[in-house]
């Protein structure tokens, strides 16, 4: 190149060369103009070289392997972090496939919005979310700060407390126990755990069962001790449930004529009175009960039970719904008797086999990479820390650490084995799902006689609230199927919601299982609502993925 550029610039510089020949020199001459300097020689030999140069460059970039598309760029931010994706198609040269997440660009940026709001909304320090369509990860994001004193902002691999949602990890291990023949969810409890004394409920011998235990039908209380509050408060939601189904009825079936109405307004007057003469006093919230902020370390499930073996179960088992936590420890001691392991040590086995490898125990001593901290505004409304807390007495309903895209993957494993049974028949090589079919349709068919808290329209079913698919009214609102598990800690608030899609034998050719949307959200601040926030995240890129 050296060479070129000096036989190029010694035959512009030489007389009749290639300025006096055909260039620009030349017509300059001819135009009357004064000569050009010698400067014109050295600015063609540099413009010369910088074409070729870049000729060069452009060879050799084209030798080069081309780097995919989808690589995130180091130096970038984590707050305006590109959508990420676990799995990306091979790059080819001649036709660059995108990722697979700009095709979900709108519903992202809609969702994000929406998380802002919420954010916002609540004063939340940080919140992590992240989404996969069909078993993909397409989208994980942080937004805010994991560390507010140390300005650490919330990234996809922030790990936080994800309270109740650890209920359904430990259902894992209770079905996998059953499917082994190692556990009968239908014998009293102590057949496996006999340091839990036997019942009574008003006199009567009562048995408590561990498939009661799941779905919190055993009578085992929660944080609230008062049993007099407690019954007081479900009678009263009771009756004003039965009061919006009477009004709803009515309104449906549309009578009107003068006796009705004024029947209607006698069995209203009479439900007000009942109502107000029934109302219970104020309850504490969880967030104040003591047993919710406990520091004391408990070495395993078995010594957990101290806390509330020896208290009075609130009503007979089976025939009421009281949402326990406590009644997860007792499982835990269960999982551990059935498996002849520590719990922990066998929630660890399962977390591999999912390739949740950031899914752990929250202990305060171990160095956790990407721990964020939890915080709660103080009667001054002013944002601090949370307190110490142990969760060692409730490992198995509210103890566990946890990253969205861990999250992502249980929910996939949990909508693969749930589908997988469908594909059957079109592709005999689909590998087997960690849990059976059967026993995922088990664990997502609603229960009689149980509430879902986050979702009115829903059931509890086994450690996940299930709503079911419905229509009432045609071109009016269409209730989609979903399974979903919100938690609730010191700090925390959680999230993991399950969206599958609606499949029948004639769409699932050429498809493969996990079928549908996942979306888990986690944030450092307590009290935060997020399954209608998730429930509409889904349904974004739901309708993305049709269209």
């Not at 755990?193 to 006199?203: A, I, Q």
């Not at 967030?287 to 208290?311: A, P, T, V």
């Not at 520590?342 to 929630?347: A, E, G, N």
């Not at 964020?372 to 409304?381: E, G, L, Q």
């Amino acid at each position: 190149m050296y060479r070129l550029l000096s036989a190029v610039t010694a035959r512009a510089a030489a007389p009749g060369g290639l300025a006096s020949s055909c260039g620009r020199r030349g017509v300059h001459q001819r135009a009357g103009l004064p000569p050009l300097g010698h400067g014109w020689v050295g600015g063609l030999g540099l413009g010369l070289g910088l074409a070729l140069g870049v000729k060069l460059a452009g060879g050799l970039r084209g030798a080069a392997p081309a780097q995919s598309p989808a690589a995130p760029d180091p130096e970038a931010s984590p707050l305006a972090e590109l959508p990420r994706e676990q799995s990306v198609a091979p790059w080819y040269p001649q036709t660059p496939a995108p990722p697979r997440s700009r095709c979900f660009a709108r519903a992202i940026e809609s969702s994000r919005d929406l998380l802002h709001r919420i954010k916002d909304e609540v004063g939340a320090p940080g919140i992590v979310v992240g989404v996969s369509v069909d078993g993909k990860e397409v989208w994980s994001e942080g937004l805010g700060y994991a560390d507010v004193e140390n300005r650490v902002p919330c990234k996809p691999e922030t790990v936080m407390r994800i309270a109740s949602i650890s209920k359904s990890l430990t259902m894992v291990a209770l079905a996998k126990l059953w499917e082994a023949g190692k556990l009968d969810l239908d014998i009293p409890v102590q057949h496996y755990v006999p340091e839990f004394p036997e019942k009574e409920y008003e006199g009567e011998k009562v048995s408590v069962t561990t498939r009661l235990l799941i779905s919190h039908l055993s009578g085992i209380r929660h944080y609230e001790k008062d049993i007099k509050k407690v019954k007081e408060e479900k009678a009263y939601k009771a009756l004003k449930m039965m009061k919006e189904n009477v009004a709803f009825e009515q309104e449906k079936e549309g009578k009107s004529n003068e006796k009705n109405d004024f029947t209607k307004f006698k069995t209203e007057q009479e439900n007000e009175a009942k109502c107000r003469n029934s109302k219970p006093g104020k309850k504490k919230n969880d967030f104040e009960q003591g047993e919710l902020y406990l520091r004391e370390k408990f070495e395993n499930s078995i010594e957990s039970l101290r806390l509330f073996k020896n208290d009075p179960l609130f009503f007979k088992p089976g025939s009421q719904f009281l949402y326990s936590t406590f009644g997860y420890t007792l499982l835990a001691a269960i999982v551990e008797r059935a498996s002849g392991c520590k719990y922990l040590d066998y929630m660890q086995k399962i977390f591999h086999d999912l390739d949740m490898l950031t899914t752990v125990q929250e202990e305060n001593e171990p160095v956790i990479y990407n721990r964020a901290r939890f915080y709660v505004y103080n009667k001054k409304k002013r944002l601090v820390n949370t307190p110490y807390v142990d969760n060692s007495y409730k490992w198995a309903g509210g103890g566990f650490l946890s990253t969205v895209g861990d999250l992502l993957k249980f929910g996939n494993a949990m909508l693969y084995g749930y589908q997988v049974g469908l594909f059957k028949n079109s592709n005999e090589n689909l590998l087997p799902g960690y849990l059976k079919p059967e026993t995922m349709v088990m664990m997502w068919t609603p229960v009689p006689n149980t509430e879902m808290s986050w979702d009115k329209e829903g059931k509890y079913a086994m450690a996940w609230g299930v709503v079911e698919k419905k229509q009432t009214y045609g071109s009016c609102r269409k209730q989609r199927h979903y399974a979903s598990h919100t938690g609730g800690a010191v700090g925390a608030s959680s999230v993991l919601l399950v969206l599958p899609e609606e499949l029948d034998t004639e769409t699932i050719n050429n498809k493969v299982p996990p079928r549908g949307i996942i979306v888990s959200i986690i944030c450092n601040m307590q009290s935060v609502g997020l399954n209608s926030t998730a429930l509409k995240i889904a349904l974004e890129f739901d309708k993305d993925r049709s269209d």
